[in-house]
Nanobody
């Protein structure tokens, strides 16, 4: 079993930055691909970014490419999402998730955190 806990969300003005963290427990954590997703009110949960356990393969949604950076520190069992140049449309609940294979759709992920709210104001 894998338990995921997100932190780092909050309120920020447009153009600002936030860094989200996801801390995992479980002895098999380093074998998993990790992903970040977000969900705004009235919208479907959407893919943001993912990273393989080795860090060798990284994928981003077009909407965040060039602004967000995903990384992981396996020694600390932690995955990060650095968010720069934030826009009001980035406002959503952000979730981290884990899967045994590389994936970019929510249904392919087996474990989920509780989510953290990110609000970007004008």
């Amino acid at each position: 079993q894998v338990q995921l806990v997100e932190s780092g969300g909050g309120l920020v003005q447009a153009g600002g930055s936030l860094r989200l963290s996801c801390t995992a427990s479980g002895r098999t954590f380093t074998t998993y691909t990790m992903g970040w997703f977000r969900q705004a009110p009235g919208k479907e949960r959407e893919f943001v970014a993912s990273i393989r356990w080795s860090g060798g393969r990284i994928y981003y949604a077009d909407s965040v490419k060039g602004r967000f950076t995903i990384s992981r520190d396996n020694a600390k069992n932690t995955v990060f999402l650095q968010m720069n140049s934030l826009k009001p449309e980035d406002t959503a609940v952000y979730y981290c998730a884990a899967t045994r294979i590389p994936a970019t759709t929510p249904r392919e992920y087996e474990y989920w955190g509780q989510g953290t709210q990110v609000t970007v104001s004008s």
